[in-house]
């Protein structure tokens, strides 16, 4: 898979960095063999990562859900109606059942990339997009993808 794109954003307080109310979400835009999109969110909070893969992004409707003045039920079910695979994880392991996804290599980037991002205290610094722009239009198949991953 290609990786076309990559978004960071912190739904709770004002910053990422540190323990807080709210969790971080990254979500990595691919083009699979067949010239699909898909869209692969991690949502972390503490030690608990939830993530969907979907052909449409869910960046928006996640980081928004909990906002007062949304419907929270009918934002919740459109997550749910987009969302074609869904695994979850504690403590940092890697999900079991991704293992066999065709989508791991895309699952694991976002790992790393949350923990990155959750150093620094919004998407547009310099250090994120550094981060980002070294993944963007690299093959998760080929062997150097592995070694970014390693670097990160």
């Known amino acids: 898979m290609l990786v076309r794109n990559m978004r960071f954003g ?34 972390k909070l503490l030690d608990f990562e939830r993530f969907t893969v979907s052909p449409v992004s869910l960046f928006d409707l996640t980081l928004h859900l909990f906002d007062y003045e949304v419907n929270y039920d009918l934002e919740a079910a459109k997550i749910r109606e987009a969302e074609t695979e869904e695994f979850t994880s504690r403590d940092g392991s890697f999900p079991e059942a991704a293992e066999s996804s065709p989508f791991r290599n895309v699952i694991e980037l976002c790992r790393h990339a949350v923990r990155f991002c959750e150093k620094y205290p919004d998407e547009f610094c310099e250090e994120v997009q550094d981060y980002f722009r070294r993944f963007r239009e690299k093959s998760t198949e080929e062997p150097e993808f592995s070694e970014l991953l390693t670097e990160s």
């Open 10 to 43: 912190y739904e709770g307080d004002d910053c990422a960095c540190g323990i807080g109310e709210g969790s971080t979400l990254v979500e990595v835009m691919v083009t699979d063999p067949k010239g699909r999109n898909w869209f692969v969110l991690v949502s």
